[in-house]
């Protein structure tokens, strides 16, 4: 493991702007030869930011997108459910089950590389779940000031989009998050109005008045299903054709 680590080491050694593909090539060498029901915790082993996701696609974007959503699965199932609102100008980052910390590390693979007009950000319900760990309000906040000032020192124009309503998860059922959902929805609102930059409100067409999704938009209580992916295209596009203006 150790002469793995230190040739994998080597192989990255020089700055990139990107994983390469000979990169890419070694991690799914290491993958391969785990079990299938490894594979998943090799991965993460790996690549824990899962660089090398949308690297090949990354590499085939030959004109600047309009704009680029990233975020969790919330933003990949939307791509999914709703091919139509993407195109190659408007670009699905989504990882499912990824933190705000993992997200920051491929922003500028997977955001800024691309030279988009502008970012949509979605994520912090995992870091509620503890997916990679305990992470405190403050570190997310701090990844959220990050990404945002990554995306600004390079003129993208940034969108905070809410994170949506839930009362449970059922990956982590020990979980109540409607109010630390809604104590984070706060501080995005407000951040967004400090900073100057739109803030799109999913949570407050989703939400029941207990905090949890209403229940013709999701099928598990976290996820939106067709319907809710319909809901929040009609939230975000208001703000979605000011940015084309």
């Known amino acids: 493991m150790l ?75 939307w791509k999914r459910d709703q091919p139509a609102f993407f195109s190659p100008s408007v670009l699905g980052r989504g990882i499912s089950g990824q933190t ?53 020192a390079r003129r993208i124009k940034v969108v905070l989009g809410s994170l949506l309503p839930a009362d449970a998860f059922w990956w982590n059922p020990s979980m109540r998050p409607a109010t630390q959902l809604a104590a984070m929805n706060g501080w995005l609102r407000d951040y967004a109005k400090s900073q100057g930059v739109p803030f799109i409100d999913y949570y407050a067409a989703m939400a029941t008045p207990t905090g949890g999704m209403k229940r013709e938009l999701t099928d598990d209580g976290v996820h939106p299903n067709k319907r809710g992916y319909d809901v929040m295209k009609t939230v975000a596009d208001p703000t979605l054709r000011a940015l084309a203006e």
């Open 3 to 77: 002469a793995t680590l230190i040739a994998l080491a080597a192989a990255t050694a020089q700055p990139q702007t990107a994983m390469t593909e000979d990169a890419c090539a070694r991690i799914d060498a290491q993958v391969s030869q785990k079990a299938k029901a490894e594979q998943d915790g090799a991965r993460r082993q790996f690549d824990w930011p899962n660089l090398c996701r949308y690297a090949d696609e990354n590499a085939k974007v030959a004109t600047a997108p309009r704009i680029v959503f990233i975020g969790d699965s919330i933003t990949e199932f």
């Open 100 to 152: 705000s910390e993992q997200i920051l590390l491929r922003f500028y693979q997977d955001v800024v590389a691309l030279k988009p007009g502008a970012v949509h950000i979605l994520t912090g319900a995992n870091d509620i779940a503890g997916n990679t760990g305990l992470i405190t309000p403050e570190s997310w906040q701090n990844n959220i000031r990050t990404m945002v000032d990554l995306a600004r």
